[in-house]
């Protein structure tokens, strides 16, 4: 029995995980060729004679305020979600905090009047106690 060796399953989370790290891998390098791709296809086919380049540029311009428009507007979503924050921060969060502290402070006095006015006496009760105890078994008194 004792030469046995007990076998322990091990879990297989690692090959798992590592596949799905290599999708993610082997889609990212696809998507940034995708891009690049985009970019030299489109320079090459502004650089070809005959192409409309004036409209492109209109079209890109437009493009680009409209970008920006999408872009401020993200802007403003944002600064709302900040003053959002800080309302939440400055009338729900910092009143829990405020009374936790109290509540902390309250639960100190109480632990140092209990300190005080129980644990001491008694702590001094049993040492008189036992000095007591200790003088009636030297006089015989009691027995151990």
Not at 64 to 88: D, K, R, T
Not at 106 to 116: A, D, H, P, Q, V
Request: glycine share 6%; no cysteine; aromatic share 6%.
């Amino acid at each position: 029995m004792a030469d046995e060796i007990m076998e322990i399953p091990v879990e297989e989370k690692d090959s798992e995980d590592d596949g799905d790290n290599r999708k993610v891998a082997i889609f990212a390098v696809i998507f940034v060729l995708l891009i690049v791709g985009g970019i030299i296809a489109a320079v090459w086919g502004l650089l070809q004679e005959g192409t409309p380049t004036e409209k492109i540029r209109d079209i890109f311009i437009i493009f680009m305020a409209f970008e920006s428009l999408v872009i401020g507007v993200a802007l403003v979503i944002l600064i709302l979600q900040i003053a959002s924050l800080m309302n939440l921060l400055q009338n729900e969060i910092k009143p829990i905090l405020d009374a936790t502290n109290e509540t902390v402070h309250t639960l100190r006095g109480t632990t140092t009047f209990i300190s005080e006015n129980v644990a001491e006496p008694i702590i001094k009760l049993n040492a008189n106690l036992a000095g007591l105890q200790r003088v009636l078994e030297v006089f015989g008194i009691k027995k151990k």
